[in-house]
T-cell receptor, first 110, second 115 residues
Framework: GIQVEQSPPDLILQEGANSTLRCNFSDSVNNLQWFHQNPWGQLINLFY???GTKQNGRLSATTVATERYSLLYISSSQTTDSGVYFC????????????FGKGTKLSVKP | DSGVTQTPKHLITATGQRVTLRCSPRSGDLSVYWYQQSLDQGLQFLIQYYNGEERAKGNILERFSAQQFPDLHSELNLSSLELGDSALYFC??????????????FGQGTRLTVV
């Protein structure tokens, strides 16, 4: 199966700063999602983005499927953005199940 | 709120015991997935059901089993529990298994502690 690598593993930001999180896949994926896991453990859907660019408020994501990577941009970060960001994908033969990366732990300081 | 409901939210049990975790998928979703999140293994896919039938298996132990009922809710049964089974167990659902837009939505998880 595919392997998912996320970078950086940890990120500390001052409130108001911008950041870019990266996700690399070892093979092509047909299903790519970004999640935010909040301090209470809840996994919140951010983007379903197997290709192209999407924006939602201060967050945006870009997936370049041909080069097997995806980027998550966070602008004007807030303390409530703290938590762990996961990307996950399913390979072409999967039944919709996801392989997760190890996550990027983001801490936003006031 | 994702629309996926998991019960219970927390569970504490002793080694050797058996527990059942329950999941109600979003209305209209036919696929249910179970995932385990532990400190050492991260988030791992366990098993998937689609409209009552098992469709895919991941790293699920033989001591664990699942089923999906006609009303599409699913249960994950964990038996002969060991300390290492302590983890956060997530259920997710999606409309389809493959093809167009199989976006998965996750429940709030069941935190299992084995003592």
């Amino acid at each position: 199966g595919i392997q998912v690598e996320q970078s950086p593993p940890d990120l500390i930001l001052q409130e108001g700063a911008n950041s870019t999180l990266r996700c690399n896949f070892s093979d092509s994926v047909n299903n790519l999602q970004w999640f935010h896991q909040n301090p209470w453990g809840q996994l919140i859907n951010l983007f379903y983005i197997p290709s192209g660019t999407k924006q939602n408020g201060r967050l945006s994501a870009t997936t370049v499927a041909t080069e097997r990577y995806s980027l998550l941009y966070i602008s004007s970060s807030q303390t409530t953005d703290s938590g762990v960001y996961f990307c996950a994908g399913g390979d072409l033969g999967s039944q919709g199940n996801l392989i997760f990366g190890k996550g990027t732990k983001l801490s936003v300081k006031p | 709120d994702s629309g996926v409901t998991q019960t219970p939210k927390h569970l504490i049990t002793a080694t050797g015991q058996r527990v059942t975790l329950r999941c109600s998928p979003r209305s209209g979703d036919l696929s249910v997935y179970w995932y385990q999140q532990s400190l050492d293994q991260g988030l791992q896919f366990l098993i998937q059901y689609y409209n009552g039938e098992e469709r895919a298996k991941g790293n699920i132990l033989e001591r664990f089993s699942a089923q999906q009922f006609p009303d599409l809710h699913s249960e994950l049964n964990l038996s002969s529990l060991e300390l290492g089974d302590s983890a956060l167990y997530f259920c997710a659902s999606s409309v389809v298994e493959t093809g167009e837009h199989p976006e998965a939505f996750f429940g709030q998880g069941t935190r299992l502690t084995v003592v």
